[in-house]
């Protein structure tokens, strides 16, 4: 069975200025004659200046390649419709960039023209991992978790943003992180850093699916009401216990687990904001909270006891922990393989399917999809560095076995390559937490 993730989004215009030249003529004075002024060769027109793309991007902190979805019939239910006002799809480009002037877009529909409500879902273009149903509020020309939890009614300013909400839809926040402008990059620091503290919140009630994927609708709620009471601070304990109080898991959980949760929210928060500062540190952040952050999240609301808590600083070395992680051909490839984990609750020995390393692994061709059915382990290799504590074995059904004897907590990984129904071979990390608790 092969399926997409089919969501999306809107419309752009697009504005270009042009200048022209001069020239030059003679000229003479009344009675003698005089010989005539040479004319100058004509200046060339001056260069116009680079048209400003205004195509709508899809972000969820880095870009987000995928789908987009308008609301043609206006009725907030996305997918449906009777012709001719059936809702309508289209793909973004691999920047993310979806408008009517986007270039490349993986598919050839041109967007409609109007005002359309739309959602998006699709990949994080620096890591592959999935994020869905992102829907910003209506007029907004960037569709990320900020766009879609912020409103006139909810200013940016009740996050400690200093933009009106006008300017936050407008707003590219990761174009800003590389502007020249210091004023601009921290604004694109302030923007992507909120971005990646709302993931964190649609993460923890997003945990368990096939394909990893965080939804952001209907996962974002707590945050949503918050915002409508007053302003929410994501680095405040007590600020992100409020926010746990307000949806399930943390609304029906012992007071101790959620204070524990909140605390780790709000340290991933801080901890944020110390590393994040160009394009290039989003993708460890991203790599933590799959790998690390949210599994710690699910641990501490099963049971808070005997935990150790991470502090900031734990949490900006694991970022760290990642940059050495190659990051995935999203800019070329049909096929890439993402991550995965191995957690400490599993068997020290343990025999995985191979569909556990390969449901994540997505198809970039003409939209962006998961093939649940269609992809394989075809190899495992353990690195030198944790040959003492780790081995992975290959079996003829395509499962891997994992073994592994550390002796304190940390994680290691081994990689693999998984191939698609057409032949195509990507490779990855499979993370394993060294010790286990059984």
Known sequence: ???????????????????????????????????????????????????QAVAYRASMGAPLIGSILFDINGNAVFGDGTAPNDDF????????EFGADAIGRLTSRTPPSGNFLYMTSGISRETGYLYTAIIPVSGSRIASPATMVLAPNMQPSKVGIAM???????????????????????????????????????????????????????????IVRELQAGPVDFNSSASMSAVLSQSSPGLTADTPERQAVAQLIARFGEAVDL???????????????????????????RSASGRPALTVTDIVNMFRYFEDMPRPDTATADFVAVPDLIPEYWNAEVNVPGTHFTYNDVNISGSVGVDIDGNRVVAVRVPAQFASQLSAALESDGSVTVRRWGTQRSLGWFEYDARNRDGLVSSSRAYVALKTLN
């Open 164 to 222: 009106t909400w006008e300017e936050l839809r407008d707003f590219d926040a990761f174009a800003a992180l590389t502007s020249a402008d210091a004023t601009t990059r921290a604004r694109g620091q302030q923007v992507t850093a909120l971005n990646l503290k709302l993931l964190i919140h649609a993460g923890y009630r997003s945990q368990g699916t096939l394909t990893g994927a965080i939804a952001l609708k209907d996962n974002v709620t707590g």
């Open 89 to 96: 799809s289209t793909t973004t480009n691999r920047n993310g």
């Open 275 to 301: 590393y994040l500062t160009g394009p290039e540190t989003i993708a460890p952040i991203e790599y933590a909270l799959r790998i690390q952050i949210l599994p710690e999240v699910a641990a501490l609301f």
């Open 1 to 51: 069975m092969r399926f997409t993730k089919a969501f999306a989004a809107a419309l752009c215009l697009s504005a270009a200025a042009c200048g022209g030249g001069d020239g030059g003529g003679s000229g003479g004075a009344g009675g003698t004659p005089v010989a005539p002024t040479p004319t100058p060769a004509p200046s060339p027109p001056p260069s116009p200046p680079p048209v």
